[in-house]
Each structure stands twice: as structure tokens, then as C-alpha cells.
């Protein structure tokens, strides 16, 4: 449960996916139920919110690579990728993550589909603009506030045009529905206890206004979204103006 703190300051406390001495085949159920979790709560939504926006100032480019760093077993991407065929794109995506149970999750989820790549890899081991867009879904709340600039910086080099991330809003109203349905459909401990959590480190617009000072030379877009998401946009030029939508 929350403490008397309620949701005024993101949460210290650890996910258990954050502990990588874990893990095995709890974790692999997990991320099947999360994939349930992002369609409920819709989750893709914001990401190809800031794709679009990012596809579209770079000029509307033919051929796009995405990396998805803490990818998960990357099911975010399936409407990305759908999207990307009504527009005639050709895409390609790169999952990112560092544990083997993300791998064999993303491997058989996309087994058929040869646009989409797997690297078993740390974020700060990627190289420099390994891809144009770089996308980070529910990831950026594992990481302390202090620790966000260097996390964003470090998204920005793997990038050439950008970073998307795509995170929980910290509300009472999206930790007790998280709460309701993360009980109601699974009996997985990961489910149940980094469900509501994720929520409680998840974000406000003070914290976009304190990233925004920290990254110097970079401006960032910030975007509330349904159903209680931020969408930050962060372009790689340095034009770009900070803006705040949320509530």
C-alpha cells in the first residue's frame, strides 16, 4: 500500500523485476499477463503517438528502425509495426533487454516476423545511433529521478532523430485500477506486487519540468495521454520547444 506520503513523491521502492537473481518461469508468465495489462490500460497508444510526431518533423522517411531499450517480450511494437504498414514504411525493430525470459518471450511472440530483432543487451552497451527512434515504454520508472538525465542522454546518442518514452502518470485513480485488475486476472506475484508499484514510481509534470531543466541543450515535449499515460517526446534538435498537456 501507499504511505502517508500518498503520491506526492515517486515511490523508492524496488519492482521485483528489478532483481535480476530472480526471474525464470514466474517472470516469463509475467510478461505474458503484462501484455494483457498494456491492452486493458493501453499502452501502445502513447508510443505511436510519439513516433508519429517525431516520423513526421524528420520529413515522413521511407525506412525507420526503432530500438525498444527494457523491451520486455516487446508487444508494444505490433501496432507500431502495424501502423508502419498502412503507411509504407519499412521498418525495422530492435527489442533491447537484459534477461533471457524477455528473450524467449520476444522470440515467440514475434517468431514470424523477420522485421524484428532481439539483442540481449544493457541500454548503456548500445552504440551510438544504433537506430533512428529510440522507444522506451514503462522503463524509465525503474530508474531514481537523479538518474533520468544520464538515461535520456544516453537514449538520445543511441538515436539519430529521437526518444519516445511512454510512462504510468503517479494518480490514485490509475494505482487502484492497476490494484483491481492486476488481482483479478493474475495470481502471478510479479503482476501483483509491480502492478500498483510501477504506478506509485510513475510520473507528474513536475517531474518532466525537472528533467527538462537538467537536460541541457535538449528540449523536451511532454504529453498527457489516456488512459493515465505521459507521452515525452525528446528530439535530437535542439529547435525544439518544451511543452506541457497534462493535468
Known amino acids: 500500500m501507499i504511505g502517508g506520503g500518498g503520491f506526492r513523491h515517486r515511490s523508492p ?6 532483481d535480476f537473481t530472480q526471474g525464470g518461469a514466474q517472470l516469463q508468465e509475467a510478461l505474458r499477463h503484462l501484455r494483457r495489462l498494456n491492452l486493458i490500460f493501453g499502452a501502445k497508444a502513447p508510443v505511436l ?7 513526421k518533423s524528420s520529413g515522413k522517411p521511407t525506412r525507420l528502425t526503432i530500438l525498444d531499450v527494457g523491451s520486455g517480450s516487446g508487444d508494444i511494437n505490433q501496432r507500431i509495426l502495424k501502423w508502419a504498414d498502412k503507411q509504407g514504411i519499412k521498418m525495422k525493430v530492435i527489442l533491447a533487454d537484459v534477461t533471457d525470459e524477455a528473450r524467449v518471450e520476444a522470440e515467440h511472440l514475434f517468431r514470424n516476423d523477420s522485421r524484428v530483432q532481439f539483442i540481449q543487451q544493457d541500454l548503456f552497451n548500445l552504440a551510438v545511433q544504433q537506430a533512428d527512434i529510440v522507444t522506451a515504454s514503462q522503463f524509465v520508472h525503474h530508474f531514481p529521478t537523479e538518474e533520468l538525465p544520464s538515461i535520456v542522454e544516453k ?5 539519430r532523430i529521437g526518444v519516445v518514452i511512454n510512462d504510468i502518470h503517479r494518480h490514485w485513480i490509475p494505482w487502484a485500477a492497476v490494484w483491481l485488475v492486476t488481482h ?14 510501477s504506478v506509485a514510481k510513475g510520473f507528474r509534470r513536475s517531474d518532466f519540468r525537472y528533467l527538462a531543466k537538467r537536460l541541457r541543450g ?9 488512459l493515465f499515460r505521459y507521452a515525452v517526446i525528446v528530439p535530437k534538435e535542439r529547435e525544439a520547444k518544451t511543452n506541457e498537456n497534462g493535468i
Open 155 to 159: 537514449m538520445l546518442a543511441v538515436s
Open 49 to 55: 503517438y510519439g513516433i508519429k510526431r517525431l516520423w
Open 184 to 197: 483479478f486476472i493474475s495470481r502471478n506475484n510479479y503482476i501483483r506486487h509491480d502492478g500498483p508499484l
Open 218 to 226: 535538449v528540449s523536451i515535449i511532454y504529453s498527457w495521454r489516456p
Open 13 to 18: 521502492k524496488p519492482e521485483l523485476m528489478d
